[in-house]
Structures are given as structure tokens and as C-alpha cells.
């Protein structure tokens, strides 16, 4: 599930059920179903993870684990196709199912892409961006199926596993624990500012406020159109020690909160990196950063690994608490937001 960033609060009557309440109940019969070919021992079986995390972890057989995910780009729902081309909405299908792995630690293998798309869409454009995206996170894309309709949707399903290095398990949401360090891998808000940025410029409106140098505001309008998975940071982040993580896909504020509901902690933020341009509203409910939040009992050991590693510096942004629930800011209870879809 990510957040569509199309600035509103999200799709579907105000109350209709939540696409949490939803998935939840879909899953509980997809469980009951389950029982047919596992009539015996807990569901899902020790050593799995199946809905509720951002990848479920399978032992079939003679495997070790591996990761399974899927996600879905759609059409003026997810990506407005006025302000990004068709092969971002490609490369942004790929990488938003691959953050996912990313968000457990390990490392995607193959994937299919499956497409839906109205006659006037170039194909070989949208592979283009899936393809460039496949390369970027080193997943070869084996197959998918192809329809026609009346929007653009793309949905990536992708294998994966956890890579080399002393065995440890994947990096679940479930994992913090009171006491823990929290911290991003990057600053905040791109994705949001971005986006904003895209629909100022198609109004033809002045940005407004700041002024930017072009650098900065070509950073925020990639970050919008060619997120990054951080496939290393998460990797790194297992491998030093880290208790749980999560990608930032809903927003800060909603994912921190899944991972919080998921540990039965609570989280204390003391800081939000905000992105040079963006505004720290976008920075805790935009959405679709795809940085990784996690959280570890030995921050330093991670401080160190992310620097032996070459990668950028991770940024403290506060603690795990032992009350359930709890969720501030500096101290202030953290007013709810983000994208939530309803049906
Ligand atoms: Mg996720």
C-alpha cells in the first residue's frame, strides 16, 4: 500500500472501511483458507510472515525464506500522467515494490510486471522504465501479463531473499523495543515537494515562498518521479543489528505508526529531516519518500556500518517508547494524517 501524492486526503467515501480494515479482513479468509493445505500446526507456520508486514516471508518446502511482495501504480490514483512521462510510471512501479524488500532487509531476484493500458500509451516506453529500474536494483524482470483498459496500471510483484552475511532474520515491523534509536535514511518531504512543485508548474503558477536554486528543485521533482529503493541502507541496517524497519511509502507520521502498532511500542520524535525545499507537513504526511525508518538498540553500530559501507549518514529522529500508542513530536501529541483509501 503506498500513498497516492495527489495532495488530497484519499479516495472513497468518508465512511467506507479504511484499506487497513480491509486488508485485515481479507486476510483473515485468505488464512481460513489456508488451513486446506496446512491442516496442522500455527498459521502462518514458524518461520513465515504473511499480511501485515512490507514483505511476506515464505519457507515452502526445502527453501530457506524467501520475500514475496507486490504493489501497484495507478493511474491518476497514484501517478497524474500531466506531470510525469510514461516511463516514470515504470521505473516508479518497479522501485515501489522493491523498497518493500528493501524495507525487510534483503534483496530482490526476479519479478513480473504486469500492465494495463489505454490504446495511446507507448509500451516500449513503459518498458523502458520498468527496465531502468530493474537494472537500478540489479531484479531481472521474468514475465507479467498485459491487458487493455481504460487507465495505466502497473503491478510489480517481486521474489527476493535475504543476501549474504551472518545469518539473521529479516527486519520485520514487529521487532522494536522500548529503548531503541530511531532513525531515517534520508531527509523528508521530497517526494511531496516534488509533486507540488509539478502541479505549480502545470498551473502555471509561481513556486511561491522560496526561492530554490535549480539544483534543489531538480531534486525534488526526481525524488517525486524516480524514488530510490534503499536497497543497501536496509541490508546494512540487518546486518549491523537493527530491530525493525519500515519504508516510508504512507508518510512518516502513518508509518511509524504501523510499526509501532505492529511492536506494541510506543515512538517519541524529537527531530524530521526536511528536505531542502519541502515543508516538514510534507515531510511527515507526503508520502512516497521510500527512505527507510529503523530502529535499532545500538545506534552507533549502524552509524558505523552505514559509514564503512559509503553510505549516507543515518539520521536520528527519535526513540521507541514502552507506551503503547504513544505517538509525539517534540513533545505534542503528532496530529494524524496521510493518504488512507477507502472503500
Ligand atoms: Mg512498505
Request: glycine residues 12%.
Amino acid at each position: 500500500v503506498h500513498r497516492p501524492n495527489s495532495g488530497d486526503e484519499g479516495t472513497g467515501p468518508r465512511d467506507g472501511i479504511d484499506e487497513f480494515d480491509a486488508i485485515e479482513a481479507m486476510g483473515t479468509r485468505f488464512v481460513a483458507a489456508a488451513r486446506a493445505r496446512l491442516p496442522e500446526g500455527p498459521l502462518p507456520p514458524v518461520g513465515e510472515v504473511w499480511i501485515g508486514d512490507d514483505a511476506a516471508v515464505v519457507a515452502s518446502g526445502t527453501h530457506a525464506q524467501v520475500l514475496l511482495a507486490t504493489d501497484l501504480v495507478v493511474q491518476d490514483v497514484h501517478v497524474d500522467l500531466r506531470l510525469c512521462s510514461v516511463e516514470d510510471v515504470g521505473y516508479k512501479a518497479m522501485m515501489v515494490t522493491v523498497s518493500d524488500l528493501a524495507a525487510m532487509g534483503a534483496r530482490p531476484d526476479r519479478a513480473l510486471a504486469s500492465i494495463v493500458a489505454p490504446p495511446d500509451i507507448d509500451l516500449q516506453q513503459l518498458a523502458s522504465g520498468l527496465a531502468e529500474a530493474s537494472e537500478a536494483c540489479d531484479c531481472v524482470i521474468v514475465g507479467g501479463d498485459l491487458s487493455g483498459g481504460p487507465v495505466v496500471v502497473v503491478s510489480v510483484a517481486v521474489y527476493g531473499a535475504l543476501g549474504v552475511g551472518p545469518a539473521t532474520g529479516p527486519l520485520l515491523r514487529s521487532g522494536a523495543e522500548p529503548g531503541d534509536r530511531l532513525f531515517v535514511t534520508g531527509p523528508l518531504g521530497g517526494s511531496a515537494a516534488g509533486f507540488r512543485l509539478l502541479r505549480q508548474r502545470l498551473h502555471d503558477r509561481p513556486p511561491g515562498g522560496q526561492e530554490l536554486p535549480p539544483s534543489a528543485l531538480d531534486r525534488l521533482v526526481l525524488a517525486h518521479r524516480r524514488p530510490r529503493a534503499r536497497l543497501d541502507e536496509g541490508e546494512v541496517a540487518r546486518l549491523a543489528g537493527a530491530s525493525a524497519a519500515i519504508d516510508i511509502s504512507d508518510g512518516l507520521a502513518s508509518d511509524i505508526g504501523h510499526l509501532a502498532r505492529s511492536s506494541g511500542v510506543g515512538i517519541s520524535l524529537d527531530a524530521v529531516p526536511v528536505i531542502e525545499g519541502a515543508t516538514e507537513e510534507e515531510a511527515l504526511h507526503g508520502g512516497e519518500d521510500y527512505e527507510l525508518v529503523v530502529a535499532t538498540p545500538d545506534p552507533r553500530r549502524i552509524s558505523d556500518a552505514y559509514r564503512s559501507a559509503g553510505l549516507r549518514p543515518p539520521v536520528p529522529i527519535g526513540w521507541v517508547t514502552g507506551t503503547p500508542g504513544e505517538m509525539v513530536l517534540r513533545g505534542e501529541p503528532l496530529p494524524p494524517g496521510g493518504w488512507i483509501h477507502r472503500f
